[in-house]
């Protein structure tokens, strides 16, 4: 499925010229973090401009915490920042943050993509798990996609996100000397599930440009 491009005219005072700059080409991105993910991903979503792609997020972290995350990303980014919830639609300058007790996937309807909550076993020890967001995003997006895997240790999103690149995606893995744990990363390089590590201080950059269809049509 493959939604329509979409732009927003307007967004807050101090995103006015990069949500000018900037034409959502309805890719969806997908970003599994666990350690240290926290602070990059607050980072990354920080730069995400009111009228950005549409994405979904599991960070592994404890459950008790994730509704004072969310609050946090969603005053710090132009877009709008919230936990995902079943049935919620993606449009451009949404933001869900996968919840702590249900596995988040990506569905496809007669109204868009929408997200799925799940309440199933843990996979790889961990609910949410990031490969089962990838996966979700593999089979109903394919191409449509960018697949970025962030700091933290083990494997999991691993799998997810060389079935990603596998159906055509754009993959990103942040790189070893930005990670502060430099575990997943490396595991889905290694696989040859990451297209390319990009150091965090340009992970938002190169998300923004995959999903821009400005950037594309100059190309």
């Given at each position: 499925?493959?939604?329509?491009?979409?732009?927003?005219?307007?967004?807050?005072?101090?995103?006015?010229?990069?949500?000018?700059?900037?034409?959502?080409?309805?890719?969806?991105?997908?970003?599994?973090?666990?350690?240290?993910?926290?602070?990059?991903?607050?980072?990354?979503?920080?730069?995400?401009?009111?009228?950005?792609?549409?994405?979904?997020?599991?960070?592994?972290?404890?459950?008790?915490?994730?509704e004072r995350f969310v609050g946090r990303l969603n005053k710090i980014s132009a877009a709008r920042v919230e936990e995902a919830?079943?049935?919620?639609?993606?449009?451009?300058?949404?933001?869900?943050?996968?919840?702590?007790?249900?596995?988040?996937?990506?569905?496809?309807?007669?109204?868009?993509?929408?997200?799925?909550?799940?309440?199933?076993?843990?996979?790889?020890?961990?609910?949410?798990?990031?490969?089962?967001?990838?996966?979700?995003?593999?089979?109903?997006?394919?191409?449509?996609?960018?697949?970025?895997?962030?700091?933290?240790?083990?494997?999991?999103?691993?799998?997810?996100?060389?079935?990603?690149?596998?159906?055509?995606?754009?993959?990103?893995?942040?790189?070893?000397?930005?990670?502060?744990?430099?575990?997943?990363?490396?595991?889905?390089?290694?696989?040859?599930?990451?297209?390319?590590?990009?150091?965090?201080?340009?992970?938002?950059?190169?998300?923004?440009k995959l999903t821009n269809s400005q950037t594309t049509e100059a190309c």
């Amino acid at each position: 499925m493959k939604p329509a491009r979409m732009s927003i005219a307007s967004g807050p005072p101090d995103a006015g010229s990069k949500t000018a700059q900037f034409t959502w080409d309805g890719r969806i991105v997908a970003i599994g973090a666990s350690t240290g993910g926290v602070e990059a991903l607050t980072d990354v979503i920080s730069q995400f401009p009111a009228n950005g792609p549409a994405a979904l997020v599991v960070q592994h972290i404890p459950a008790a915490y994730i509704e004072r995350f969310v609050g946090r990303l969603n005053k710090i980014s132009a877009a709008r920042v919230e936990e995902a919830f079943h049935g919620a639609l993606l449009g451009p300058g949404t933001i869900y943050i996968a919840p702590g007790a249900f596995h988040l996937e990506l569905r496809a309807g007669a109204k868009g993509y929408y997200c799925r909550l799940i309440d199933q076993e843990p996979v790889n020890g961990f609910k949410p798990s990031i490969d089962v967001l990838f996966h979700s995003v593999a089979n109903v997006a394919g191409a449509h996609a960018v697949g970025v895997i962030m700091s933290g240790m083990g494997r999991d999103g691993v799998e997810g996100l060389k079935a990603m690149r596998e159906a055509g995606a754009s993959t990103l893995g942040q790189d070893a000397a930005s990670s502060a744990v430099y575990g997943m990363p490396k595991a889905a390089f290694d696989v040859g599930a990451v297209e390319r590590q990009v150091p965090l201080e340009r992970l938002a950059m190169e998300i923004l440009k995959l999903t821009n269809s400005q950037t594309t049509e100059a190309c």
